[in-house]
């Protein structure tokens, strides 16, 4: 799977818009992009994936560029809860998901 | 509905010991994997199942480690003599089916610390 390059740490102010930005120049046309977050001593939450187009559901959106070298994760309304680490992987056949150090956001007050 | 459910949450044992780590997939996911995640390490992967086969057990660090999955749901994953480094975080996750475009939803895993 193609490796991802993601800021160590973010800072967002709570209820305004988070963007995490993650680069997968890399990428293969059967690779999707996914992200994950765990919070201290919780297990990984799946929070969206994608291949080509930019998608949304009940949690976040998910923005691929054009030509699928990098992605943004937007939390539209960040909440204290949304403090954690957010891992952006590219998943192909393998299935075996593998985190690099992610993004450390916090959400302050 | 309910998500992906181990037990037992936190596994203290002695070395040498045998432990049995349990994971109940989310319903009717056909697909699982095990895990394990060590203090500030990234997530190791260490065997999936389709249904009840293992394709893949590539990941399994030796061979004191064996999993199984029986009826398409429940798994087991035994370490048999338990040692030191075995110390971790064991994260189980089903998807509904095999694929890339099948997330993977993850319990908050077994905490196990060898003595």
């Known amino acids: 799977d193609a490796k991802t390059t993601q800021p160590t740490s973010m800072d967002c102010a709570e209820g305004r818009a988070a963007n995490l930005p993650c680069n997968h120049s890399t990428i293969s046309g059967n690779e999707y992009v996914y992200w994950y977050r765990q919070i201290h001593s919780q297990g990984p939450q799946y929070i969206i994936h994608g291949l080509k187009n930019n998608e949304t559901n009940e949690m976040a959106s998910l923005i691929i560029t054009e030509d699928r070298k990098s992605s943004t994760l937007i939390l539209p309304h960040a909440t204290l809860r949304d403090t954690a680490v957010y891992y952006c992987?590219?998943?192909?056949?393998?299935?075996?998901?593998?985190f690099g150090q992610g993004t450390r956001l916090t959400i302050n007050p | 509905g309910a998500g992906v459910s181990q037990s037992p949450s936190n596994k203290v044992t002695e070395k040498g010991k045998d432990v049995e780590l349990r994971c109940d997939p989310i319903?009717?996911?056909?697909?699982l994997y095990w895990y394990r995640q060590s203090l500030g390490q990234g997530l190791e992967f260490l065997i999936y199942f389709q249904g009840n086969s293992a394709p893949d057990k590539s990941g399994l660090p030796s061979d004191r480690f064996s999993a199984e999955r029986t009826g398409g749901s429940v798994s087991t994953l035994t370490i048999q003599r338990t040692q030191q480094e075995d110390s971790a975080v064991y994260l189980c996750?089903?998807?509904?089916?095999?694929?890339?475009?099948?997330?993977?939803?993850f319990g908050d895993g077994t905490r196990l610390s060898i003595l």
């Open positions: 996750a089903s998807s509904l089916a095999w694929g890339s475009n099948q997330p993977q939803h």
């Open positions: 319903s009717g996911h056909t697909a």
């Open positions: 992987i590219a998943l192909g056949g393998a299935q075996k998901l593998v």
